[in-house]
């Protein structure tokens, strides 16, 4: 009996032990798992939001952008113009002259043949300014995604969205669905907006590289 007794008492006791040492590391486990977490609550997402059309908007170099490709298409648009005064004198010419008279045949040929050229032109122009327009707005939109991520990263923000102020008080319904559509954010306070932080900074280093040229 005395045997036996003992023999039970020590399965106890080692059965306790086991128990403590569980008990033991789910706590170490629990304060540890705790203890990240309260450390990743404290510190916490370092979040910013841009207003990209504000950017483009006030950005010193979209502005010059502008300037610089509404004078080449004022320059192709008088280009044009001079060739429709063209045709319409030698509308004036042709009209002035005899059915079936050889000089009119000729200013007949003359006035298609610089008809077709102005239709000519005026296409390659327009094709030209959206080239042009296009590779500027990428390039642009480029520097300005180079400049948020810079920031970003110096300021160590976790994640930088775009927001969009949306204009609903004009358009019709499936315009005003499609504005609603897209925006992404719909509350923020004004600390974490760093939309003039990234404008300032464009125009600092635009304004350091035209003085260098």
Not at 8 to 37: H, R, T
Not at 80 to 105: A, F, H, T, W, Y
Request: hydrophobic share 30%; glycine share 4%; aromatic share 8%.
């Amino acid at each position: 009996m005395n045997m036996k007794y003992r023999k039970n008492l020590n399965e106890m006791k080692y059965i306790c032990m086991c128990i403590v040492v569980v008990v033991g590391l789910c706590l170490a486990l629990s304060d540890s798992v705790w203890a990240q977490n309260s450390n990743t609550a404290s510190n916490g997402l370092k979040i910013g939001v841009v207003d990209l059309n504000s950017v483009f908007e006030k950005y010193e170099k979209r502005k010059q952008y502008d300037t610089d490709l509404r004078e080449e298409e004022k320059s192709y648009q008088t280009k044009i113009n001079d060739k429709k005064k063209e045709l319409v004198s030698l509308k004036d010419k042709i009209q002035m002259l005899d059915l079936g008279s050889q000089d009119r045949k000729k200013y007949e040929e003359e006035f298609e043949r610089k008809n077709i050229e102005l239709e000519s032109y005026a296409k390659v122009a327009e094709k030209s300014l959206m080239r042009k327009y296009k590779e500027s707005f990428e390039r642009l939109y480029s520097e300005v995604l180079k400049e948020i991520e810079a920031i970003g990263k110096q300021n160590r923000y976790d994640l930088i969205i775009k927001k969009e102020e949306a204009e609903l008080q004009s358009g019709g319904i499936s315009e005003m669905q499609f504005k609603v559509g897209i925006k992404t954010v719909l509350y923020h306070s004004d600390a974490v907006d760093i939309t003039n932080q990234v404008i300032d900074s464009l125009n600092k280093k635009y304004s350091k590289a035209d003085k260098g040229k």
